[in-house]
């Protein structure tokens, strides 16, 4: 089945710091990935679409010079959280769709659990 | 009223127990159901899949999908401990760019 692997799975850094997260597709091209925010208990809100090649595109309220979002290949997309503070600590989890149709289900990495301290 | 409701639980159930699982939607525009199963500290895996209304079962596994009543079902047979989990509903229009919506989650536990 398809595989989204996600790196690294847990990060702890210091207020100020930036961290990278990187979201590969292992075993088909995606070139469209989605960025994904979980607190506890709470449901998975959209952060930003990753598109290939191209700039991303950021929900409302997502401030996008702090998470970057780079798409560079078919099978990698990254997210950087700039200038991390204690409010940005919070489960990350990438996906993306196998199929063509946007209508495709979704992929989902096993998530990044940052810490900011 | 949100887009999707779900019943966070918990939901506590003995092995063996059938266990029904649901959301509710506003949105008549959905067309699209999923229900993902989330372990704690890992991603959501993509459990089943479905299109406009109907039943579709896989194993121990069958979504249901009633679209006059905007209510969607997930059933799991001869439940096992290893179902224990946050299952989420999500859904999405048959419009291009949008997103998918997803519930809060409802947490399983079975007990053996």
């Known amino acids: 089945g398809a595989v989204v692997s996600q790196h690294p799975s847990w990060v702890i850094c210091k207020s100020g710091t930036s961290v990278k997260i990187e979201c590969r597709s292992l075993d088909f091209q995606a070139t469209t990935m989605f960025w994904y925010r979980q607190f506890p208990k709470q449901s998975l809100m959209l952060m930003a679409t990753?598109?290939?090649?191209?700039?991303?595109?950021?929900e409302q309220g997502v401030e996008k010079d702090k998470f970057l979002i780079n798409h560079a290949s078919l099978t990698l997309s990254t997210l950087t959280v700039t200038s991390a503070h204690p409010e940005d600590s919070s489960f990350y989890i990438c996906?993306?769709?196998?199929?063509?149709?946007?209508?495709?289900?979704?992929?989902f990495g096993n998530g990044t659990r940052l810490t900011v301290t | 009223q949100k887009e999707v409701e779900q019943d966070p639980g918990p939901l506590s159930v003995p092995e063996g127990a059938i266990v029904s699982l649901n959301c509710t939607y506003s949105n008549s525009a959905f067309q699209y159901f999923m229900w993902y199963r989330q372990y704690s500290r890992k991603g959501p895996e993509l459990l089943m899949y479905?299109?406009?209304?109907g039943n579709k079962e896989d194993g121990r596994f069958t979504a249901q999908v009633d679209k006059s009543s905007k209510y969607i079902s997930l059933f799991i047979r001869d439940s096992q401990p290893s179902d224990s989990a946050t299952y989420l509903c999500a859904m999405s229009s048959n419009q291009a760019g949008t997103a998918l919506i997803f519930g809060k989650g409802t947490t399983l536990s079975v007990s053996s």
């Open positions: 996906s993306a769709r196998t199929g063509l149709s946007y209508n495709s289900p979704l992929h």
């Open positions: 990753s598109n290939e090649g191209s700039k991303a595109t950021y």
């Open positions: 479905t299109y406009s209304s």
